[in-house]
């Protein structure tokens, strides 16, 4: 889902950090993405890939963390990976979950040397 | 290897416009909401027949998004509504800039109600933000009981899901119960409506719904 334009998205919020550190060379971004999210991996560094080639960025990387789904159950503390979508704690059937892994679109952190 | 620390949301840019929608939104004292759903679930009709019944007691303003036409927006202003239509020319979902750009259109101070039927399409819009109040999921009795599990992320997101077209299904295999329990199942705090826009049958309970949150 709209590899390409994430992947600029991702540059632009790059440059924002990047333009700070004048001595520093890129070599990876690190990108957290929810399980829900609808983006493809492989689409995603392709995109990447492309947008960096000829640029100053060309040696760099793109890293894709994917966060699996997880619930931690706000009525009896159990932690658990949510499966099949089901979006009720195990242990004690409560819908009153924090989520993770879910809908998460961000870049984590550069690596730079 | 040295670490810049950034934990920035990709989509960043578009979240802040969608807030500066929905401070809009607030000074104006306007609901809005986003509706979504497959292509042909019955979003205009939907539309057709809220503007027909709340016309004469709320001030409503409509945003059309469609890839190509503006098919909706005549439809829409049959109803002597202020509509604005967005064309997207091949975007497959309405971004925040798209609605900011569309709001300059209205007088947002004669408006308390504000519907923004997005492109016909349940996976892209789920992940933008627009400003609105509450996202509206909409599906029919005619796609299959199991949408919601195969689209988890639009109905996890969406705050009402109407299920429309009921008044087909002898015709159709569709477990009402089922298609419930899917979207109960990946988000137990949806509310749901179930609905005929060509019969008018349970359109009585989102109109009502609708008046009381209008109202607030």
Known sequence: ?113 | MPVITVERKILKKNDEIAAENRRLFDENQIYVINLLSSPGSGKTSLLEKTLEHLNDEVAIGVVEGDVQTDNDAQRVSRYQVPVVQIVTNGGCHLEALLVQKALQNFDLSRLQFLVIENVGNLVCPANYDLGETLKVVMMSTTEGDDKPAKYPAMFRVSDIMIINKIDLLDYVDFDLEKAKAYALQINPKLHIFELSCKTGQGLDQWLSWLRSRIQT
Do not use: W
């Open chain 1, 1 to 113: 889902m709209h590899e390409m334009s994430i992947a600029q998205n991702i540059l632009e919020i790059v440059d924002e950090y990047m333009v700070r550190e004048p001595a520093a060379k890129l070599l990876e971004v690190v990108v957290e993405i929810g399980e829900m999210v609808a983006v493809v991996p492989d689409s995603l560094y392709f995109s990447y890939d492309v947008l960096v080639e000829n640029s100053k960025y060309q040696d760099s990387k793109l890293i894709i963390n994917i966060l699996p789904l997880q619930g931690t159950c706000r009525s009896c503390g159990h932690v658990f990976k949510i499966e099949n979508y089901n979006f009720n704690c195990p242990s004690c059937h409560s819908l009153d979950l924090h989520v993770q892994g879910g809908q998460e679109l961000r870049i984590s952190h550069l690596e730079v040397e």
